[in-house]
């Protein structure tokens, strides 16, 4: 049994995310812990779900503390010294629903999520009658907007004369977001601001295309920039005053740069996953630090690692893949609200003009390959010697797929795909297009 995808379990209500197994979940999970903080999104069938949740945690013997309806992160945050259970499905369709799991603040890791899948699957009987855990209720999300608005009050400067339009999808940004901009003295115009479980505002997940209202708001009016988020606000896209979305690698090399120029460590890194961007290796580079790669939905190992590897000299001041930003000064969780308010303080200061500056970008591609699910290790074993050899000026990484660097700072990534019959293929260069054909057909020869 794999329950766990790389962003916890999600998947259609009627016949994946379910009652029952949400119970099944709850009940696995309270062998881990005693206490548990227990958060929902706003989705129709969450209130459901975190119930189900809540007696398979009860029932195993663990207690309960609910803190509502939230953005994950701040489930997250509550889940400090203690474990967590997140019910939301993110940026998918209204009729899916989802878990993430949490403690002391992570996202359970690979061994974690074994270990539950494993009592899933074999079942877990209820603890005695008399050891049921109770349930209380916590008001975190105060005191989450409060913590996000002192840490972001340490970079750049007051957005006093900033227009900010936030764009929250219907989602848990609109208790979060806003009234944090807002505190720290930005002028908000709030887009989709009501949580209603129906998205009827745009699909949960922005993109381009489901931010066009946003994206004309702010071309046809006066706010300097937009900033759009997912159904439970761990991820962010943002938009320029002309109404364009900044490229997801820049945001990333923006707030990379920054968190290694404040480091005071002599060894600064930057944990991000194969498909981001060199952009993000030239600016740390060149500000002192370096890059280590992790792969995809494992930031957490990939800051774990780096930890355990270095010494006193060795600070891990920033983790992210596109669109999700791990800012480990304030939390080890993704958290778009601290992106949100992190980036609004630096735009007042310098401007987005003066933030991407610096900030190389060269033409992007992603393309996929169909290969069955069954064939993708030996196309990938074959792949490790047929890339190499079509491209031998390339420096080859194989830890996460087959990943090539070129001398002037082009890259090409192909690895299998984790949920889907693909092969995918992401490349950056200037001569994208030729180098996407010549790596598209030697994938199509293996496959």
Excluded at 23 to 29: D, K, P, S, T
Aim: hydrophobic share 40%; charged share 25%; proline share 6%.
């Amino acid at each position: 049994m794999t329950l766990f995808g790389t962003a916890g379990i999600r998947g259609p209500v009627a016949d994946a995310v379910t009652p029952e197994l949400a119970l099944a979940v709850g009940r696995a999970a309270a062998a881990d812990g005693t206490e548990f903080v227990l958060g929902r999104d706003g989705r129709e069938t969450s209130d459901g779900i975190a119930t189900a949740v809540q007696a398979g945690l009860e029932s195993g013997g663990a207690t309960v503390r609910d803190v509502g309806a939230v953005p994950t992160p701040a489930l997250a945050y509550a889940s400090q010294d203690r474990r967590g259970v997140m019910v939301t499905a993110s940026h998918n369709p209204p009729a899916d629903n989802g878990l993430k799991l949490f403690v002391d603040g992570q996202e359970y890791d690979g061994d974690a999520e074994r270990r539950i899948d494993e009592r899933v699957e074999s079942g877990t009987a209820p603890a005695p009658w008399d050891e049921w855990g109770g349930a209380s209720t916590l008001d975190v999300l105060d005191r989450y907007r409060d913590a996000v608005v002192d840490y972001a009050e340490g970079f750049g400067a007051s957005p006093a004369d900033l227009t900010v339009a936030v764009d929250c999808g219907n989602g848990m940004a609109s208790v979060a977001t806003p009234q944090v901009l807002r505190a720290l003295g930005a002028d908000v115009r709030a887009l989709n601001a009501t949580v209603d479980g129906h998205f009827p505002g745009r699909e949960s997940k922005p993109t381009p295309e489901s931010l066009a209202d946003l994206r004309a708001f702010v071309a046809d009016g006066d706010a300097d920039v937009g900033i759009g988020h997912d159904g439970d606000a761990d991820r962010i896209v943002v938009v320029d005053a002309d109404g364009d979305v900044v490229h997801e690698d820049t945001v990333l090399a923006v707030l990379a740069e920054r968190y290694v120029r404040e480091s005071e460590a002599s060894d600064p890194v930057v944990v991000t996953t194969p498909n981001a961007s060199a952009r993000i290796d030239e600016r740390v580079t060149a500000v002192g630090g370096r890059v280590e790669r992790t792969a995809l939905g494992q930031l957490h190992e990939g800051l774990a690692a780096v930890r355990e590897a270095g010494d006193e000299e060795t600070e891990a001041a920033f983790a992210a893949e596109p669109w999700k930003h791990l800012h480990t000064g304030f939390g080890d969780w993704i958290d778009g609200v601290v992106s949100a308010a992190v980036l609004t303080r630096l735009l007042a200061a310098s401007g987005l003009a003066g933030l991407v500056e610096p900030i190389t970008e060269r033409p992007y591609r992603k393309d996929d390959v169909a290969c069955p699910d069954e064939r993708k290790p030996a196309v990938m074993v074959t792949l490790e010697e047929r890339l190499p050899e079509k491209f031998p000026e390339a420096t080859v990484e194989t830890e996460y797929g087959v990943r090539l660097s070129f001398p002037d700072a082009s890259w090409l990534l192909v690895r299998p795909s984790g949920t889907e019959p693909y092969i995918r293929l992401y490349a950056e260069s200037d001569d994208v297009d030729e180098l996407m054909a010549d790596a598209i057909a030697t994938v199509e020869e293996t496959v």
